[in-house]
């Protein structure tokens, strides 16, 4: 008889999402997380039901075109292959105050259609306005060598006090995603599946996802 092949071990995920909560760091003058019981368990109720407001905005998130020009799609108008595939995290742990194009190139040999760029050693759990933000440069380097979504462990891919947006704008003008919020903490640099698909939120200029990396076998 031949000796059976062992079991093989299910591939590793890392959970990139931080957990969504009434304290979780927004913009200022965004909507936080609150969560109200419309239902309880009781002798004359079988479930628990509750209700939820909140910025779409709030944790891990994917913006919508939307969110940066009136014309564009909304968040369950986009496509979701580009939220699903293979990816690769860069560091560049302690750029400040922008990502830039330097801060990437060592990891430039064959990039795949995602990157997530880990800025911070411990993502933030308060509302930090100093944070690290992409230079429009660097998604236009990273869009040339054919990279479809970007993302990164800080609230935006601007900084708090822009008001042209510039990165977004070079999002919208290449038609690239993006992902926000994330927690790159304990993740590597290398290689790996993201799995980050947006809700299909009718007319949302944004949408929460529940990002993981799993890896590569």
């Given at each position: 008889?031949?000796?059976?092949?062992?079991?093989?071990?299910p591939p590793?995920?890392?959970d990139?999402?931080?957990?969504?909560?009434?304290d979780?760091?927004?913009?200022?003058?965004?909507?936080?997380?609150?969560?109200?019981?419309?239902?309880?368990?009781?002798p004359?109720c079988?479930?628990n039901?509750s209700?939820i407001?909140m910025?779409?905005?709030?944790?891990?998130?994917a913006?919508?075109?939307l969110?940066?020009?009136?014309d564009?799609p909304?968040?369950?108008d986009?496509?979701?292959?580009?939220?699903?595939?293979?990816?690769?995290?860069?560091?560049?742990?302690?750029?400040?105050p922008l990502?830039?194009v330097?801060h990437?190139?060592?990891?430039?040999?064959?990039l795949?259609?995602r990157v997530?760029v880990r800025?911070c050693?411990?993502?933030?759990?308060?509302?930090n306005?100093?944070?690290?933000?992409?230079a429009?440069?660097?998604i236009e380097?990273?869009a040339?060598?054919g990279v479809?979504l970007?993302?990164?462990?800080?609230?935006?891919?601007?900084?708090?006090d822009?008001k042209?947006?510039?990165?977004?704008?070079?999002?919208?003008?290449l038609?690239?995603?993006?992902?926000?919020?994330?927690?790159?903490?304990?993740?590597?640099e290398?290689?790996?599946?993201?799995?980050?698909?947006?809700?299909?939120?009718?007319?949302?200029?944004?949408?929460?996802?529940?990002?993981i990396?799993?890896?590569?076998?």
């Amino acid at each position: 008889m031949p000796t059976p092949a062992p079991p093989r071990t299910p591939p590793r995920l890392w959970d990139i999402s931080p957990t969504v909560a009434p304290d979780a760091p927004i913009f200022p003058g965004d909507e936080p997380y609150s969560l109200r019981w419309t239902a309880r368990l009781s002798p004359d109720c079988p479930v628990n039901l509750s209700a939820i407001t909140m910025s779409p905005h709030v944790g891990a998130h994917a913006d919508a075109p939307l969110h940066y020009a009136n014309d564009a799609p909304a968040i369950a108008d986009v496509p979701l292959d580009t939220y699903l595939g293979r990816c690769r995290v860069i560091h560049a742990i302690g750029a400040a105050p922008l990502v830039t194009v330097a801060h990437l190139q060592h990891a430039e040999q064959d990039l795949p259609p995602r990157v997530l760029v880990r800025c911070c050693e411990r993502a933030d759990t308060v509302w930090n306005p100093a944070f690290t933000a992409y230079a429009p440069e660097a998604i236009e380097w990273l869009a040339a060598r054919g990279v479809k979504l970007v993302g990164i462990d800080t609230p935006s891919v601007d900084p708090a006090d822009s008001k042209a947006l510039s990165s977004h704008q070079q999002l919208r003008r290449l038609d690239l995603r993006v992902l926000e919020n994330l927690v790159l903490d304990d993740v590597p640099e290398g290689d790996y599946e993201l799995i980050a698909l947006p809700l299909k939120l009718q007319g949302a200029c944004a949408s929460p996802v529940r990002a993981i990396l799993r890896e590569l076998q």
